[in-house]
């Protein structure tokens, strides 16, 4: 009902995403396709400043940031426009993530941290999970094994259910922002299937560069909304 800004920063943060973690604390990023400042943190939702190790001119990686996720102990991953970063001591440090001993210095959209410590994310339109959060154990899920494109995709967005970190959903847009597929996955990203073809008369949600949201009810794995140019809801 009622909205007040937040004073204290500047104007046109360029804000691309926004995450709480379960002890309060909020982290803003800045960016997305475009060039942003950082990342910024309050613990109350009134102060906040500016993690200096993501001010873009001590590290060029932050200044397109598309997705925050915090780990329950405190794990903090950030998708960049130059890879999937992670850091262990609240925003001090930062390092690149890693799959078979290779850093994920790609274009990062997305990333999302199931109840169970699981990790998924999105880089250069392919799909890598990290089963136990180590950031150094990301496996590429992006192919004929696991059922997900991994040829024309142009853009992949992921979500985790937060009542049972097994369901995983996917929708994969190809070079062309058009729908590819919605997929679902019941045991951690191993296997996926489809529920919502890209080629549906019925189902033709659109979308734009960009402009790819997925997200999961909080009590209810089966009950999903995808968004683009408009918005659905499927239910199992």
Known sequence: LTWNKINGIQ?????SCITQTDDGMIYVG??????GSGIYTSSNGQ???LIASTNPANNAAFSQIRRIA???NGKIFVSTSMGLWYSTDGGTTWMPTESDGTQLTGNSTDVNVGSNGLVAASMDGLCYISADGNPANFMLHSSDTFN???ENVG???LAIA???PNVLYATVLDVNDELINVYRSD?????WRIIGPGESTTFNVTFTPENNVLTVFPGNPDKVLVGGNNMWEGQK
């Open 30 to 35: 800045t960016g997305g396709i475009l060039n």
């Open 11 to 15: 104007n046109n943060l360029k804000v």
């Open 162 to 164: 937060p009542s049972d």
């Open 47 to 49: 102060d906040f400043s």
């Open 187 to 191: 045991d951690a990203g191993i296997n």
């Open 148 to 150: 997900l494109p991994f």
């Open 155 to 157: 853009n992949l967005e």
């Open 70 to 72: 915090v780990t329950g």
